[in-house]
């Protein structure tokens, strides 16, 4: 079956500019989570959804980064005035539901470069 | 927020045995662990999962002990495509007044040689 897809899976962009990330899930998925990789770094959470709960937004690195989910199925990330320290993979993964206990399947990402 | 701790790389040869230990002193009671393989341009792929004691399946085993504040993943006979860097995650989404948070460790990257 299809597993998690993320658009673009590349981005460039200026400096200043807003730039807006997707992700399907899973079908049947109710949880959402979206993560930071920086070059050679380790998996940065950002932010995750559980159904059409409110989202905890404890991860998120500053105000410029929100995140929505239409209907509990795709989910857009939004940067707004991206700088250069933005510029990472951003990953997104699904699972049946939120908890440790639920394996959670990623999307191949989408590399950000902001120039 | 359970910090996790996991040594940075590790080489190993085709055909041995690798463990990997990660460090997770403030692991909370309902916390589980999750170990992820993630290769190169790809994202993290599930290996395997616990809460205590000893899990196998048929990839890797993971072990803990009593007191959970660490866990081994033991992959055995590697071969040279488990070259990769390995995640230890802890954390459970389902406690919202804690604060929630999934902390992964830094990744340990695997050399496997021939």
């Known amino acids: 079956g299809a597993g998690v897809s993320q658009s673009p899976s590349n981005k460039v962009t200026e400096k200043g500019k807003d730039v807006e990330l997707r992700c399907d899930p899973i079908s049947g998925h109710t949880a959402l989570y979206w993560y930071r990789q920086s070059l050679g770094q380790g998996l940065e959470f950002l932010i995750y959804?559980?159904?059409?709960?409110?989202?905890?937004k404890s991860g998120l690195p500053s105000d410029r980064f929100s995140a929505e989910r239409t209907g509990g199925s795709v989910s857009t990330l939004t940067i707004q005035r991206t700088q250069q320290e933005d510029s990472a993979v951003y990953l997104c993964a699904s699972s049946l539901r939120a908890g440790g206990s639920h394996e959670q399947y990623f999307g191949p990402g989408t590399r950000l470069t902001v120039t | 927020l359970a910090k996790t701790t996991q040594p940075i790389s590790m080489d190993s040869y085709e055909g041995q045995e690798v463990n990997i230990t990660c460090s997770h002193n403030?692991?909370?009671?309902?916390?589980?662990i999750t170990w992820y393989q993630q290769f190169p341009s790809q994202g993290p792929r599930f290996i395997i999962q616990g809460y205590k004691t000893k899990v196998t399946n048929e990839v890797a085993s993971l072990f803990i002990p009593a007191d959970r504040k660490s866990s081994t993943l033991s992959l055995p006979r590697v071969s040279l495509s488990d070259t990769a860097v390995y995640y230890c995650l802890v954390g459970d989404f389902m406690i919202k007044a804690a604060g929630n948070k999934l902390t992964f460790g830094g990744g340990t990257r695997v050399l496997v040689k021939p």
């Open positions: 959804f559980q159904g059409n709960s409110a989202p905890d």
């Open positions: 403030n692991i909370a009671t309902n916390d589980y």
